[in-house]
Nanobody, 126 residues
Framework: QVQLVESGGGLVQAGGSLRLSCAAS????????MGWFRQAPGKEREFVAV????????YYADSVKGRFTSSRDNAKNTVYLQMNSLKPEDTAVYYC???????????????????WGQGTQVTVSS
């Protein structure tokens, strides 16, 4: 069992940056693949980014590629999502999710993840 707590959301102007953090409980964080998802009002939850257990592999949705970067610090049980050049269409609740696997990292479906945080709101004004 792992508990996830996101932070770092807020209100930012278009073109600005935010860094989200996701702190995990438990001693096995380093064995989890971590994903980021977002959900805008009236829309389905969508994949944003995934990072492998080691941090060496990442994959991003086309809509954020080149603007968002995920990283992790296993010593701190924390995964990050650096968001640059934010656009109004990035407005959503952002969630981190954990999948207990050290095999592969190309997990883009929300149903593939076992644990979820409560989400943090990101609002980008135009």
């Amino acid at each position: 069992q792992v508990q996830l707590v996101e932070s770092g959301g807020g209100l930012v102007q278009a073109g600005g940056s935010l860094r989200l953090s996701c702190a995990a409980s438990g001693r096995t964080f380093s064995s989890y693949t971590m994903g980021w998802f977002r959900q805008a009002p009236g829309k389905e939850r969508e994949f944003v980014a995934v990072i492998s257990w080691s941090g060496r592999n990442t994959y991003y949705a086309d809509s954020v590629k080149g603007r968002f970067t995920s990283s992790r610090d296993n010593a701190k049980n924390t995964v990050y999502l650096q968001m640059n050049s934010l656009k109004p269409e990035d407005t959503a609740v952002y969630y981190c999710a954990a999948k207990p696997t050290m095999t592969g990292y190309y997990y883009t479906g929300s149903k593939e993840y076992n644990y979820w945080g409560q989400g943090t709101q990101v609002t980008v004004s135009s």
